[in-house]
């Protein structure tokens, strides 16, 4: 697996910062000593990678988050002990990096805790040069990709759903988001296959 990282990642000193924003929040998978609502800047939450793995398969994806250019993203900072860095990395790439579609970049990060607190943290960004980049679909095209959707984590129906739930617990609104799980809330009973295949658009 060839994943795209910054270089000092994986023995840079101290404790490591991951910043989540979408299944990392509802179930991080590993050790942290602290959990804090979070802010990046020049990038936002954008269902646009193909899931091959978690959420889809090769014959037929699904669709799950990424950071994409532009913009700003509210999630949650983890704070990892140092002694954990290198397990907790090795964790992260085994779940996240199936097929190297995100680029490991350290980013800024805002800690909106009192007083607010700024980190280096870990983000995983979408690779626009991947094959697996959907770029940005319509929301017709993403709930027929979602619905009839399911790997080996399960339905991409839940994913989404249990994401929403996640945002909205933290008093985040993400319009396209929100309306996408409801219109999947709505559409789930739909026969798996029915309508056109989607095209991907930049």
Known sequence: MNVKSDA???HAPGDLWVFGYGSLIW???FEFAERVPARVAGLHRALCIYSFDHRGTPERPGLVL???SGGACRGVAYRVEAKQRLATLSYLRAREQTTAV???LVRRAWLLDHPAREVAALCYVADRGHVQYA????LDQRLHIVRQACGRSGQNRDYVIETV???EALGIRDAELHLLAERLKGAHETPAGEGAAPTATA
């Open 8 to 10: 000092n990642i994986d």
């Open 102 to 104: 995100y680029r490991e």
């Open 165 to 167: 739930g996640a945002l």
């Open 135 to 138: 770029g940005r679909l319509t």
């Open 66 to 68: 990424g950071l994409d």
């Open 27 to 29: 179930r991080p998978g």
